[in-house]
């Protein structure tokens, strides 16, 4: 433990170490484009290029419910329910007092002291509106009666959205040949993490990674990397077809904002997700950086023993309309969805909840705590600010004392300059 980690909290952080060249190439290849290294991004200095943390511990992903609800699943007082669907908020009046949800058997209905919505930035607001909270004049349409009027549930969309730069490899050190394609490789990374939890089959493979600023005046990391000795496409569904790495780059601070929308008042159905990827003129000229900073990443020394052909773009993608079709054509979500139900000033008309307890404004009785409720999408993944929201939310609950306020330095650039 030390000023920016703690030491025994229940959800286990493991550092990237992998093996493979291509890894430490990225790493070098980052230093010898100009930008800094960094022994901890989860530390001191986040900028840089360096070794990811990740969620695991003995060979197995370290989730919430791995971290906190399996070890007390056994408690008298805590009763957990699966395979049902919410299909709204119970309320008398402005109080809510249970969950109504749909089973195998029909609809049923369940009751507690206080509600604690946590569907995540879709579900979260879909189930909010399901129940009367929202825009009134876009509830009355449904004929849905409104419990609280409350603009902003929905609105405010906020995701990462990355792209993809494929490279191939003329050095057969890839993760190509973890596919059943090739059952003896399988079989033997399944063995090796069945009997010592480690190899392949006990990391996600983004073990490096980096957060860089693109252009100058900007203080704090626009852009963020990770990188996979592979090639996967379609979100991974689609294994790629030789020896090839690519890098996911990500702009941090999206201007684009999108929202989420009742299609029926059927819980069933989902609602209706407009992000709006890349219709601010920041968004799009940061993305085309994004491909030409990476290009100039996987075109330096440390890279070139390995590097083969452009996969993707590709050698025809060059001008800067090309790059923008591209990015429109082949962007995806890093699935950080957040902010539709944003927290704020009750001055403000489009905060849904109160920054002080996750209470939804003008209700009692109802607290939202997820990724939905910030007000802007953090500059990193969301897993971890996610659950220190819940357990700040745990905290206030509880009545617990704050912790007193962080002292540690923080990195801060000597110059704003570029360090491309």
Same mark, same amino acid.
């Given at each position: 433990a030390n000023d920016y980690r703690?030491?025994?909290?229940? +959800?286990?952080?493991?550092?990237?170490?992998?093996?493979?060249?291509?890894? @430490?190439?990225?790493?070098?290849?980052?230093?010898?484009?100009?930008?800094?290294f960094s022994d901890d991004m989860n530390g001191y200095q986040q900028e840089g290029f360096g070794w990811m943390d990740m969620t695991i511990h003995n060979g197995k992903r370290c989730s919430a419910a791995a971290a906190y609800l399996h070890p007390i699943k056994s408690r008298p007082n805590l009763s957990t329910k699966t395979n049902i669907l919410a299909r709204r908020i119970l309320f008398e009046g402005k109080r809510a007092v249970g969950i109504e949800y749909l089973k195998d058997s029909g609809v049923q209905k369940v009751y507690g002291e206080e509600i604690i919505l946590s569907g995540g930035a879709v579900n979260s607001p879909q189930l909010l509106m399901l129940s009367g909270v929202g825009?009134?004049?876009?509830?009355? @349409?449904?004929?849905?009666?409104?419990?609280?009027?409350?603009?902003?549930?929905?609105?405010? +969309? @906020?995701?990462?959205?990355?792209?993809?730069?494929?490279q191939e490899c003329k050095q057969p050190i890839t993760l190509y040949k973890a596919q059943w394609k090739y059952p003896h490789v399988m079989i033997r990374i399944g063995l090796e993490w069945f009997l010592r939890q480690t190899g392949d089959g006990a990391t996600n493979h983004f073990e490096t990674g980096a957060f860089i600023r693109s252009e100058p005046g900007i203080e704090h990391p626009n852009v963020q990397y990770h990188f996979l000795a592979s090639i996967i496409n379609n979100h991974g569904r689609v294994s790629g077809d030789r020896h090839a790495y690519q890098a996911h780059v990500q702009i941090l601070r999206p201007t684009s904002r999108g929202y989420i929308k009742l299609k029926?008042?059927?819980?069933?159905?989902?609602?209706?997700i407009v992000p709006n990827y890349l219709t601010t003129e920041q968004d799009i000229r940061e993305m085309r950086d994004c491909i030409k900073l990476t290009r100039e990443i996987f075109q330096q020394k440390a890279f070139d023993s390995y590097r083969g052909p452009e996969l993707t773009p590709g050698k025809d993608v060059q001008s800067d309309e090309e790059i923008d079709e591209y990015n429109r054509n082949m962007s995806e979500t890093a699935y950080h969805p957040s902010c539709t139900c944003k927290m704020g000033s009750e001055s403000d008309p489009m905060a849904v909840v109160d920054p002080t307890s996750s209470r939804v404004y003008g209700l009692e009785g109802l607290r939202v705590v997820d990724a939905s409720i910030m007000p802007s999408v953090v500059s990193g993944n969301l897993n971890a600010p996610t659950i220190?929201?819940?357990?700040?939310?745990a905290d206030i609950i509880i009545g617990n004392k704050p912790l007193p306020r962080a002292s540690a330095p923080v990195y801060k650039p000597k110059s704003l300059d570029s360090q491309r």
């Open positions: 703690g030491g025994d909290g229940p +959800l286990h952080v493991f550092r990237g170490r992998s093996k493979n060249p291509l890894c @430490q190439a990225f790493l070098d290849a980052g230093v010898q484009a100009g930008y800094p825009n009134a004049d876009e509830l009355c @349409q449904l004929e849905i009666p409104v419990v609280q009027h409350l603009p902003g549930v929905g609105e405010n +969309l @906020q995701d990462h959205v990355e792209v993809l730069v494929q029926s008042c059927d819980p069933r159905e989902h609602p209706r220190m929201i819940a357990e700040k939310t």
